[in-house]
């Protein structure tokens, strides 16, 4: 009796231990499966997070650009900030008959506040002048960025007058280069034409010695890229625009104009090509 007693409680026991190690396995595995669930779960959860980012990133970008755009575009029609004022930039026809060099066009809105230096680093020597922008800021800011585009860098200046009130030596067109002089100097400009500005109201001296003035076609809003200077007090009618004042290498000027003419434009607009060559290497304004 009592062995029976004792192999059934060893019967029992043995089966307790079964269960026992039948629950401890399936709770293992029950574990296992959660980690396994809670790492692939944070695996996509940093996948979405990521994502997220990313979207989040990119709609903070397009909304900055649309922003700015909107910025730029309540700029635009508010019109020229205070110390700008807005220029009009026509675009050249070459069908006119005049040689066109593309450069696209200036800002359309200009600083008309303080000065700017032009200055031509020339075969001769240097000249400069001072343009002030309170007066003529749309010229002002053309020949800025023609310089930025080395607009006229080894042009040659191409028309002399020398008469007793007349006194000029004119420069400015980008195809006038290379050796000696050819027909076609002095027809060429950039891709875009504007309007005269700071035209002068001294009938006595309106275009004074060391005047840089702009020259044009004799139609309105036709000032290009092409400008005089003036080596002695020049009488003229007031339609050119007066970019600024030579304060330096004004007698480079006058020595070229005191050499003469070669007479080619006698028969009109008058003068001819200077006797006495003067290249523009370079031209910057600052």
């Known amino acids: ?36 669930a809670a ?19 990119a ?43 593309d450069v696209g066009l200036p ?12 200055t031509f680093d ?41 008469e007793a009130s007349f006194k000029v030596l004119q420069c400015g067109d980008p195809f006038a280069t290379g050796k000696g002089y050819r027909e076609t100097d002095g027809q060429g400009g950039p891709s875009y034409t504007m309007a005269e500005e700071n035209l002068p109201t001294d009938t006595e ?11 044009n076609t004799g139609q309105p809003n036709s000032t290009g890229s092409q400008f005089f200077i003036c080596s002695e007090d020049t009488q003229l009618p007031p339609n050119y625009t007066l970019l600024g004042t030579i304060t330096k290498g004004l007698d480079i000027v006058r020595d070229v104009v005191k050499a003469g003419d070669d007479g080619a434009f006698k028969s009109g607009p008058g003068g001819g090509h200077p006797k006495k060559e003067l290249t523009i290497k370079t031209m910057t304004v600052s």
């Open 59 to 101: 709609g903070a970008a397009v909304w900055i650009v649309n922003a700015l755009q909107k910025d730029d575009d309540k700029d635009a029609a508010a019109g020229p900030q205070a110390g700008t004022v807005a220029c009009t930039w026509t675009p050249a026809d070459p069908a006119a008959g005049g040689k066109v060099k």
């Open 39 to 57: 790492k692939k779960r944070r695996r996509q959860q940093a996948i979405w997070g990521s994502a997220l980012a990313v979207v989040v990133i």
């Open 122 to 162: 020339t075969s001769l020597g240097q000249i400069q002048a001072t343009i002030d922008l309170t007066k003529a800021p749309c010229t002002g800011a053309s020949y800025k960025h023609l310089a930025e585009k080395k607009f006229l860098d080894n042009s040659k200046c191409h028309r002399l007058v020398n």
């Open 205 to 215: 001296k309106p275009y004074p010695a060391g005047s840089i003035a702009m020259a």
């Open 107 to 118: 800002p359309a809105n200009a600083a008309n506040v303080g000065t700017s230096t032009l």
């Open 1 to 36: 009796m009592a062995e029976t007693d004792s192999s059934r409680e060893n019967t029992v026991s043995s089966i307790k231990d079964r269960q026992r190690a039948a629950a401890r396995a399936r709770l293992e595995k029950e574990m296992a499966e959660r980690a396994t």
